[in-house]
């Protein structure tokens, strides 16, 4: 019904940059905030940013000044550009957003996950 699917991950040298982008596709009404995520092996899955449908961003500590998210509305798409990129960026990082549906009059709002995609940051 509604998918979200990234892409972009891949293996970066310390200091170097990636940009990752998430599609959503399906039989969307509207989006609202969207955000990624990224679980790192071991850890728990954390919050690294969102964005709000407006354009407002939020950003973890650990990637403030580093990290930019943005989003494009027409193309109901997120992106995430990582500069300055460390050993400690490395995880899966999912992109995440809260999207309604509309079936005949019933409207549905949910929260929808990627499949996720792997960022290495390795020399």
């Known amino acids: 019904q509604v998918q979200l699917v990234e892409s972009g991950g891949g293996l970066v040298q310390p200091g170097g940059s990636l940009r990752l982008s998430c599609a959503a596709s399906?039989?969307?009404?509207?989006?609202?905030?969207m955000a990624w995520h990224r679980e790192a092996p071991g850890k728990q899955r954390e919050w690294v940013a969102d964005?709000?449908?407006?354009?407002?961003?939020n950003y973890a500590d650990s990637v403030k000044g580093r990290f930019t998210i943005a989003r494009d509305n027409v193309k109901k798409m997120v992106y995430l550009e990582m500069n300055s990129l460390k050993p400690d960026d490395t995880a899966v990082y999912y992109c995440?957003?809260?999207?309604?549906?509309?079936?005949?009059?019933?409207?549905?709002?949910?929260?929808?996950w990627g499949q996720g995609t792997q960022v290495t940051v390795s020399s």
């Open positions: 964005i709000t449908s407006s354009g407002r961003p």
């Open positions: 399906g039989r969307i009404f509207n989006i609202y905030g």
């Open positions: 995440n957003a809260r999207i309604s549906t509309i079936t005949g009059t019933q409207v549905d709002v949910n929260d929808y």
